[in-house]
């Protein structure tokens, strides 16, 4: 089996959030299962600096069309590294080289040719794949970055030499980005603005890049079992919840996986000690390490709750920063790491957190050791999201045998177990959920948690439930497969 995937950001030579470490990860774990795996991304300013190895292919440039403008894309290829998976950069210095990937970090304000810039994008990598013979059976595409994928394939590219069986399977990661223009956009897409309506590409007056992959590709995924349901409701569904529920047959939800290699507590360079599922006696140097390294006071028997992410509404920190006069109150030590474009938030964050010195520590901005080093130091981590396709935090936390207090929504509800004296001595509770977006709610699990961690025997067998849980990218990687094999039955 031949797979194509097509994203705009793969970890780890581009990243802004959950979307590369999928497309990067589930790559790798695809490859492992011996299935053929080509990755096609823009070529942005920063990622040829990591690159193990960069070999320019095809001499003459790809010629493309956008509306009445020629433009032209150059290849080269590299691999993910230390991994065989070839990645192929679509050049084009116009559209990549610049600061960002999506926002310019000046103004803060999304690009204002995004749709041109991934209309472009989809183009090329078809255009690549079709240059190439590589004639792979599945092209999976993500987000509404490569939303028009699928409409590609079943017009300007159908019956194409070079992209063999080409099924298409699109993936959502977050419904809440849905790559919304001005329907004069329609322009730049090289198809006809018969494609512009309800059914198709139109959304509430505006051209909507993601509803493209939504109605176009043969398969759909997302991130978890209970999103998949979610969308299909008006409340999470934002707008295209009538879409997700004609396509529900299609619509499969599969939870993300974590990188073994990356997040491995018995390898991690970024930490003080290493520590194992069997023997867990290296967090507590963790711990010292990271009261230390924040300036909390010294104190093994107090347990310190962490919290990294994005500073958006999404993640829940907003609740958080309600709830931190009532958590100081209580016998722990707070560290929040967050990074993001709300200032506002940060500033209302470092504030709390200079009221509370030696109890309360933040940092703004985003540090991947310092990340890793609060996963393995804390004792527990907050994921209190409004809502979560799926969620990698939880899943990095229980890596490291650090408990998730989580809000019960999309992937946090498939993937966190609430505790309860049965389900612990079963061997089945991972953490602790509550139910209702409010500050009543939120403080009562981490009220429950720290009466669980006063009994030490019980937090203890807790700790050994989340480290031994498998949330590698292998189980997922073989639900993919099996999505791939059956849309190539039908």
């Known amino acids: 089996m031949k797979i194509v995937q097509i994203a705009s950001e793969v970890a780890p030579l581009a990243k802004t959030g959950g979307l590369a470490d999928v497309a990067g990860s589930l790559s790798t774990a695809l490859a492992g299962l011996g299935i053929e795996t080509t990755v096609f991304m823009p070529q942005y300013r920063t990622v040829i600096e990591k ?58 304000r999304d690009y204002g040719d995004n749709c041109e810039r991934f209309a472009f994008f989809c183009q090329a990598a078809l255009s690549a794949v079709e240059a190439l013979d590589l004639e792979p059976d599945i092209i999976h595409s993500h987000d509404w970055q490569t939303g028009l994928v699928p409409l590609y394939l079943k017009t300007l590219h159908a019956g194409r030499a070079g992209l063999g069986r080409g099924k298409s399977v699109f993936t959502i990661h977050n419904m809440a980005y849905q790559g919304k223009f001005p329907q004069e956009c329609m322009d730049f897409l090289g198809v006809g603005r018969e494609y512009y309506n309800w059914k198709q590409l139109e959304s509430y007056g505006e051209l909507c890049l993601l509803k493209g992959g939504l109605v176009f590709a043969d398969g759909l995924t997302t991130v978890s079992p209970t999103y998949a349901r ?79 992410g994005r500073m958006v509404e999404q993640k829940g920190f907003d609740l958080l920063l309600q709830c931190v006069d009532d958590l100081m109150t209580m016998d722990l030590q707070l560290v929040v790491l967050g990074g993001g474009d709300e200032r506002w938030l940060a500033d209302a964050f470092a504030a709390k957190a200079n009221s509370f010195r030696g109890r309360f520590s933040f940092y703004y901005g985003f540090d991947e050791g310092f990340a890793h080093r609060i996963y393995a130091g804390s004792d527990a981590l907050l994921v209190p999201s409004r809502f979560e396709p799926c969620g990698l935090t939880q899943l990095c936390a229980m890596r490291y045998a650090t408990i998730p207090i989580v809000h019960r929504t999309g992937g946090l509800a498939d993937t966190v177990t609430d505790y309860s004296p049965e389900l612990l001595t079963a061997g089945k509770c991972n953490g602790f959920c509550f139910d209702g977006f409010d500050k009543s709610a939120f403080l009562g699990a981490v009220r429950r ?36 094999e059956e849309l190539l039955k039908r």
């Open 51 to 108: 690159c193990e190895e960069v070999v320019p292919v095809m001499m003459e440039p790809l010629k493309l069309k956008l509306g009445n403008q020629a433009r032209e894309a150059r290849l080269v290829r590299t691999s993910l590294p230390g991994t065989d998976v070839r990645v192929y950069l679509v050049r084009s210095d116009p559209f990549f080289y610049r600061d960002g990937y999506y926002v310019d970090p000046t103004s803060g």
């Open 230 to 308: 979610q969308i299909q409701t008006q409340e999470f569904g934002r707008g295209l919840d009538g879409v997700m529920r004609e396509r529900s047959g299609d619509l499969r939800g599969i939870i993300n996986g974590l990188d073994d290699a990356e997040w491995n507590p018995d390898g991690d360079p970024h930490l003080p000690a290493r520590f194992s599922a069997r023997n867990l006696s290296g967090k507590r140097k963790c711990k010292e390490r990271l009261q230390k390294e924040m300036a909390l006071f010294p104190s093994a028997g107090t347990p310190i709750i962490g919290m990294v």
């Open 449 to 484: 948690a720290l009466d669980i961690y006063k009994d030490s025997r019980s937090w203890q067998r807790m700790a050994e439930i989340c480290a031994t849980k498998d949330v590698s990218w292998n189980r997922s990687a073989t639900e993919y497969k099996a999505l791939y």
